[in-house]
T-cell receptor, first 114, second 111 residues
């Protein structure tokens, strides 16, 4: 079984440019998370999907960040425009239905804004 | 919302000794407590978890204890080995809501 797949692995962009990250969760996993991880810190939730519905986006900076999960499978996270402070690792995770189920993480996308 | 605190932030132990990492949580409704291990440049991976109806769980050299009254849980690694060196994160979850992570503990095993 393939794990959570993210692309790209690395991205370097200039500030004020747009950037997009893609995530393909484990097949059959209806719950999808986007987390942000700064260096030396724990992952922080940006948005959580149940199927195609964003059920928790309270920590998503909506002025510049957007996400979508069309058809309840793949998801895209976008930043426009990017700022220097957005440099971090963006992790996608997925889990199966029901409470207290293991969240499986992708390799992450390391974003550097210069 | 839930707040998870983790201590210590760094921990160095001699190979073969034990390591203990402690976490506290704020929301008494939390009922699931996983521990993730993250090696440098890699994804976080679940190593052990515990649910609120259990006080202790063990898997070979790794054990987790939970004190619901005090709202704290701990990770215990015995007979540490060099490959145990990594960053460890605790987390807490209510039902199927978000996982709230601690700030991590960088564990270094000294040969």
């Amino acid at each position: 079984e393939a794990g959570v797949v993210q692309s790209p692995r690395y991205k370097i962009i200039e500030k004020k440019q747009p950037v997009a990250f893609w995530c393909n969760p484990i097949s059959g996993h209806n719950t999808l998370y986007w987390y942000l991880q700064n260096l030396g810190q724990g992952p922080e939730l940006l948005i959580r999907y149940e199927n195609e519905e964003a059920v928790d986006d309270s920590q998503l900076p909506k002025d510049r960040f957007s996400a979508e999960r069309l058809k309840g499978v793949d998801s895209t996270l976008k930043i426009q425009p990017a700022e220097l402070g957005d440099s971090a690792v963006y992790l996608c995770a997925s889990s199966s239905d029901g409470p207290n189920t293991e969240a499986f993480f992708g390799q992450g996308t390391r974003l550097t804004v210069v | 919302g839930e707040n998870v605190e983790q201590h210590p932030s760094t921990l160095s132990v001699q190979e073969g000794d034990s390591a203990v990492i402690k976490c506290t949580y704020s929301d008494s409704a939390s009922n699931y407590f996983p521990w993730y291990k993250q090696e440098l440049g890699k994804r976080p991976q679940l190593i052990i978890d515990i649910r609120s109806n259990v006080g202790e769980k063990k898997d070979q050299r790794i054990a987790v204890t939970l004190n619901k009254t005090a709202k704290h849980f701990s990770l215990h690694i015995t007979e540490t080995q060099p490959e145990d060196s990594a960053v460890y994160f605790c987390a807490a979850q209510i039902g199927n809501e978000k996982l709230t992570f601690g700030t991590g503990t960088r564990l270094t095993i000294i040969p």
